[in-house]
Nanobody
């Protein structure tokens, strides 16, 4: 059974907004840091944002800082990614992830243990 299921992707014009959601099951949600990654065709998967399990501290890739907001709801076992002022270069498959390590040096990141299957986000110019 899938443990992380993303939803909310779609097609949007540049400057628009989307909200991604990730529902978790079969794992103790509050024990994990949660994050979002993305992968564009021909590129490696890259870190987008993470939120820590206890304090809810947030960390973002420089490319999305100020435009994207990650949040979590431990009661309903969900993590969200609010994406504003979208750009064509944000086009990618977005993956939800759960992990036990969040790093800040040399740059923000997260080591993922569980992955969702991804949801496509396409930003048209």
């Amino acid at each position: 059974q899938e443990q992380l299921v993303e939803s909310g992707g779609g097609l949007v014009q540049a400057g628009g907004s989307l909200r991604l959601s990730c529902a978790a099951s079969e794992l103790t949600f509050s024990n994990y840091h949660m994050g979002w990654f993305r992968q564009s065709p021909g590129k490696e998967r890259e870190f987008v944002a993470a939120i820590t399990r206890a304090l809810g501290d947030t960390h973002y890739a420089d490319s999305v800082k100020g435009r994207f907001t990650i949040s979590r709801d431990n009661t309903y076992r969900r993590v969200y990614l609010q994406m504003n002022t979208l750009k064509p270069e944000d086009t990618a498959v977005y993956y939800c992830a759960a992990g036990s390590t969040v790093t800040t040096i040399p740059s923000p990141g997260m080591t993922a243990t569980y992955w969702g299957r991804g949801t496509q986000v396409t930003v048209s110019s």
